[in-house]
């Protein structure tokens, strides 16, 4: 069975960074679309940044280059570096896995990314 296990949420105060993990149980992935999605209490679940197996990152506009996706294929680990973090950031944190192996993965909707992790919580004080 697949498994992604989201690592690294915690509690910041705004400014700070957080640095989320996504370890997933086999490699199955690695040439496959990854991307970290977050959905905050009675909100929907917004799609946050997305990559390619070779590296082709897509981000939600409203982030203004404050988070880096990125991937190790060795370690079948996503990461999202999330700098000057906000209020407006809070949210629990989940990554996803698409059997799809398109070249720019931001193109997937939410419905196609077929693994999940559990998710991370991230806390964002002001």
């Known amino acids: 069975q697949v498994r992604l296990v989201e690592s690294g949420g915690g509690s910041v105060q705004a400014g700070g960074s957080l640095t989320l993990s996504c370890t997933a149980s086999?490699?199955?992935?690695?040439?496959?679309?990854m991307a970290w999605f977050r959905q905050a209490p009675g909100k929907e679940r917004e799609k946050v940044a997305s990559?390619?197996?070779?590296?082709?990152?897509g981000y939600a506009n409203s982030l203004q280059g404050r988070f880096t996706i990125s991937r190790n294929n060795a370690q079948n680990t996503l990461y999202l570096q999330m700098n000057s973090l906000k209020p407006e950031d809070a949210a629990m944190y989940y990554c996803?896995?698409?059997?799809?192996?398109?070249?720019?993965?931001?193109?997937?909707?939410?419905?196609?990314?077929?693994?999940w992790g559990q998710g991370t919580q991230v806390t964002v004080s002001s």
């Open positions: 990559i390619s197996s070779n590296g082709v990152t």
């Open positions: 996803a896995a698409s059997p799809s192996a398109i070249r720019i993965c931001w193109f997937l909707a939410a419905t196609q990314y077929a693994y």
């Open positions: 086999t490699d199955t992935f690695t040439t496959s679309c």
